[in-house]
């Protein structure tokens, strides 16, 4: 079973460009989430999907992020315009939800974003 | 202050030590616990969950302790192997998972 991708594996754009990045979770997995590794810093959450409802979108940083998933299978997250602020690794994970309070988020393997 | 503290380390062991690592975290609301590894420039992958009566799987043992918003994480018998980053996570859930991940304990384990 293939686990989470993340298209791009790394990006450099220049500050005020845009990026997309794109995560298809596990297959079946409602859940997904998007995450932000700052350099030095600890993983942040960013925000949470069921399926195509965004759930909890409090960790996101400004309005100019945004995040959408369409039809509850494979979710963007775009940055418009980018900042170099916004440069870090974005994770994304999925989990089910057959145990509420242990489910497993399985983790792509990050776009590494740079803001020059 | 940080909702998750972790020493990042690096704990320096030889092949075959036994190694702790503590975490601490700052809301009492945190429902459940988890240990993640993260190798270099690789996403962060479950260890083990930390359940309330302590938990061990294999060479790894996990404790809690609630009254004290306290962690631990043992490994006995190190391996080569074990040389990553230790995240140390809890989850603030509210009907659904909320995930807050400490900065990580780095481990080497020379041979």
């Known amino acids: 079973e293939a686990g989470v991708t993340q298209f791009p594996s790394h990006s450099v754009i220049e500050k005020g460009q845009t990026v997309t990045l794109r995560c298809d979770p596990i297959?079946?997995?409602?859940?997904l989430y998007w995450y932000r590794r700052v350099m030095g810093k600890e993983i942040k959450f960013l925000l949470h999907?069921?399926?195509?409802?965004?759930?909890?979108e409090s960790g996101m940083p400004n309005n100019r992020f945004l995040a959408e998933r369409t039809g509850g299978t494979y979710s963007t997250l775009k940055v418009q315009p980018a900042e170099l602020e916004d440069s870090g690794v974005y994770f994304c994970?999925?989990?089910?939800?057959?145990?509420?309070?242990?489910?497993?988020?399985?983790f792509g393997p990050g776009t590494r974003l740079t803001v020059l | 202050r940080k909702e998750v503290e972790q020493d990042p380390g690096p704990f320096n062991v030889p092949e075959g030590a036994t190694v702790a690592f503590n975490c601490t975290y700052s809301?009492?609301?945190?429902?459940?616990f988890f240990w993640y590894r993260q190798d270099c420039r690789k996403e962060p992958k479950l260890l083990m969950s930390?359940?309330?009566s302590g938990n061990e799987d294999g060479r790894f043992t996990a404790q809690l302790n609630r009254a004290s918003q306290y962690i631990s994480l043992l490994i006995r018998d190190s391996k080569l192997s074990d040389s990553a980053t230790y995240l140390c996570?809890?989850?603030?859930?509210?009907?659904?998972?909320?995930?807050?991940f400490g900065t990580g304990t780095r481990l080497l384990v020379s041979p």
């Open positions: 994970a999925s989990s089910q939800d057959s145990i509420p309070l242990y489910n497993e988020q399985f």
């Open positions: 809301n009492s609301a945190s429902q459940s």
């Open positions: 999907f069921v399926k195509e409802s965004k759930q909890d």
């Open positions: 930390v359940y309330s």
């Open positions: 996570v809890v989850n603030l859930y509210t009907g659904f998972q909320k995930l807050v």
């Open positions: 297959s079946g997995h409602d859940n």
